[in-house]
């Protein structure tokens, strides 16, 4: 079946580092994908998306490309801030359901 | 905007007791989600709705009951609540074409004694 591979946390940086967190999928047919963030205490929140293969999603200074060759989600950010400090989370579409990741720590320290 | 809305925030049962969680949209989604969310286990699906009066089971529904009176209403009963459900829940909610995201409540936090 359809399946979502992050890379285990927590991961811990210095402010204005560069940020990689890993994604990569198993899925039949063409999903789309998906990262969330979850700040503490509170719900997830959509963070960006992708829909075919190429395409890039971007907000917040965050971005992730959809590589179908590689199936591959890598989220990335060029200088992260403290406020950066969350749970992200990789997800593709499969039959009107969202197929999760175990989600990534980001821990940012000033 | 409300969104997705899960009452209550929190909540102390008792082992063996029962209680309704109650998720409202009003987004006029079609489907709706429950999902509990217990320390690195990530997300997992214990119920969902693709509509008014359907439900279907998800990956972890043992325990749980749920129902879908209302389009914007899901309601997730525990009819005799174990430790073992101590754990986050959130709903979420999404349109009913394929390759949509899911919009969230804010959770609520239930500890079973």
């Known amino acids: 079946g359809d399946s979502v591979t992050q890379m285990e946390g927590p991961v811990t940086l210095s402010e204005e580092a560069f940020l990689t967190i890993n994604c990569t999928y198993t899925?039949?047919?063409?999903?789309?994908l998906f990262w969330y963030v979850q700040y503490p205490g509170e719900g997830l929140q959509l963070l960006l998306k992708?829909?075919?293969a190429d395409d890039k999603g971007s907000n917040k200074g965050f971005e992730a490309t959809y590589r179908k060759e590689t199936t591959s989600f890598h989220l990335e950010k060029g200088s992260v801030q403290v406020s950066d400090s969350a749970v992200y989370f990789c997800?593709?579409?499969?039959?009107?359901?969202?197929?999760w990741g175990a989600g990534t720590k980001l821990i940012i320290k000033p | 905007n409300a969104g997705v809305t899960q009452t209550p925030k929190f909540r102390v049962l008792k082992t063996g007791q029962s209680m309704t969680l109650l998720c409202a949209q009003d987004?006029?989604?079609?489907?709706m989600y429950w999902y509990r969310q217990d320390p690195g286990m990530g997300l997992r699906l214990i119920h969902y709705?693709?509509?008014?009066?359907?439900?279907a089971k998800g990956e972890v529904p043992d325990g749980y009951n749920v129902s879908r009176l209302k389009k914007q209403n899901f309601l997730l009963g525990l009819e005799s609540a174990a430790p073992s459900q101590t754990s986050v829940y959130f709903c979420?909610?999404?349109?009913?074409?394929?390759?949509?995201?899911?919009?969230f409540g804010d959770g609520t936090r239930l500890s079973i004694l």
């Open positions: 979420a909610s999404s349109y009913q074409t394929e390759n949509q995201p899911q919009h």
């Open positions: 987004m006029n989604h079609e489907y």
């Open positions: 709705s693709v509509g008014e009066g359907t439900t």
């Open positions: 899925a039949t047919g063409y999903p789309s």
């Open positions: 992708a829909t075919k």
């Open positions: 997800a593709l579409s499969s039959n009107y359901q969202l197929i």
